[in-house]
């Protein structure tokens, strides 16, 4: 049976999709606090009842959220290291009433270095030979900011009150480890299998980690960005050139040359004239 919650696909869609431009850093550096906890200060609508439930992370990690961002009127985000993963998770579950585990997943914020495959015929990027190289300081991450190239975030939820909080951790390029919910949330076990398969990212203490979708024998990461889909690069993107020819027009205003096509009267007289010729020819041959 489907799950339903109203907030789920605005909530992650966000998280995917967003590029924040002023990390939480940036608003400490301007306003010499911290910025994790300033972060609900900005001009604007307030949302009190999410400012609360800040404060709960806040005030028992201390320094150890790193970020936070609050969405009026749909989510929060909070950022906090890797070791608190676990005990950022249970804050939810004991203090929120989060019992319900929505989802967890991963993303990589390096832009592809293989450029847009829908451009591969136009970007020079994707004939070269290897892994492109990227500009580290081009990725951007999304709410609550970050500092690594992959985060980890799961969002859960308290199905009485509708409160909710998606919490993220950055993870270092040479340690893609992450302790696993499958203590809190029995539901994680599918999610970080997911994770583990698509990202790379070990989850320490999983009772099984094995694949979903791909073969034993699978090489690499499919939602990894370096990760190269070969088949584009052999066949362009649909839609980028025109595979066949589009076809000849029967209109004969298109072609200034093309004979006159005839009418409904000229066509009418042209089949009774066949019909007596063709019976003319058969009464001379009834004579002969």
């Given at each position: 049976?489907?799950?339903?919650?109203?907030?789920r696909?605005?909530?992650?869609?966000?998280?995917?999709?967003?590029?924040?431009?002023t990390?939480?850093?940036?608003?400490?550096?301007?306003?010499?606090?911290?910025?994790?906890?300033?972060?609900?200060?900005?001009?604007?609508?307030r949302?009190?009842?999410?400012?609360?439930?800040?404060?709960?992370?806040?005030?028992a990690?201390?320094?150890?959220?790193?970020?936070?961002?609050?969405?009026?009127?749909?989510d929060?985000?909070?950022?906090?290291?890797?070791?608190?993963?676990?005990?950022?998770?249970?804050?939810?579950?004991?203090?929120?009433?989060?019992?319900?585990?929505?989802?967890?997943?991963?993303?990589?914020?390096?832009?592809?270095?293989?450029?847009?495959?829908?451009?591969?015929?136009?970007?020079?990027?994707?004939?070269?030979?290897g892994?492109?190289?990227?500009?580290?300081?081009?990725?951007?991450?999304g709410?609550?900011?970050g500092?690594?190239?992959?985060?980890?975030?799961?969002?859960?939820?308290?199905?009485?009150?509708?409160?909710?909080?998606?919490?993220k951790?950055?993870?270092?390029?040479?340690?893609?480890?992450?302790?696993?919910?499958?203590?809190?949330?029995?539901?994680?076990?599918?999610?970080?299998?997911?994770?583990?398969?698509m990202y790379?990212?070990?989850?320490?203490?999983?009772?099984?980690?094995?694949?979903?979708?791909?073969?034993?024998?699978?090489?690499?990461?499919?939602?990894?960005?370096?990760?190269?889909?070969?088949?584009?690069?052999?066949?362009?993107?649909?839609?980028?050139?025109?595979?066949?020819?589009?076809?000849?027009?029967?209109?004969?205003?298109?072609?200034?040359?093309?004979?006159?096509?005839?009418?409904?009267?000229?066509?009418?007289?042209?089949?009774?004239?066949?019909?007596?010729?063709?019976?003319?020819?058969?009464?001379?041959?009834?004579?002969?």
């Open positions: 049976m489907q799950r339903a919650w109203p907030e696909p605005a909530a992650q869609q966000q998280e995917r999709e967003s590029m924040s431009d990390t939480d850093a940036d608003v400490a550096e301007a306003t010499g606090t911290n910025g994790a906890a300033e972060a609900t200060e900005e001009q604007g609508p949302d009190e009842a999410r400012e609360a439930h800040l404060a709960v992370f806040t005030d990690l201390g320094d150890r959220v790193l970020g936070s961002h609050i969405l009026v009127g749909h929060l985000w909070v950022r906090v290291d890797r070791a608190t993963w676990v005990e950022a998770v249970e804050l939810a579950r004991t203090k929120l009433g989060c019992t319900f585990f929505d989802f967890l997943s991963a993303i990589d914020w390096m832009p592809s270095p293989w450029g847009r495959y829908e451009d591969a015929l136009l970007d020079e990027s994707s004939t070269g030979a892994i492109p190289a990227v500009d580290p300081s081009t990725i951007q991450q709410f609550a900011g500092e690594t190239r992959f985060q980890v975030f799961a969002r859960l939820a308290n199905v009485r009150s509708q409160a909710s909080v998606v919490i951790v950055d993870l270092p390029d040479d340690d893609l480890s992450l302790a696993t919910l499958t203590g809190l949330y029995a539901g994680a076990n599918w999610h970080e299998r997911e994770c583990w398969e790379g990212i070990t989850f320490d203490g999983h009772p099984g980690l094995r694949h979903l979708y791909l073969p034993g024998a699978f090489e690499g990461h499919p939602l990894r960005k370096d990760f190269p889909l070969v088949a584009r690069m052999v066949k362009p993107w649909p839609g980028i050139v025109d595979v066949e020819p589009m076809p000849e027009s029967d209109d004969p205003e298109a072609d200034p040359e093309a004979e006159p096509a005839p009418d409904e009267e000229t066509a009418a007289g042209d089949a009774v004239e066949a019909t007596t010729a063709d019976q003319a020819s058969t009464g001379e041959e009834g004579t002969q």
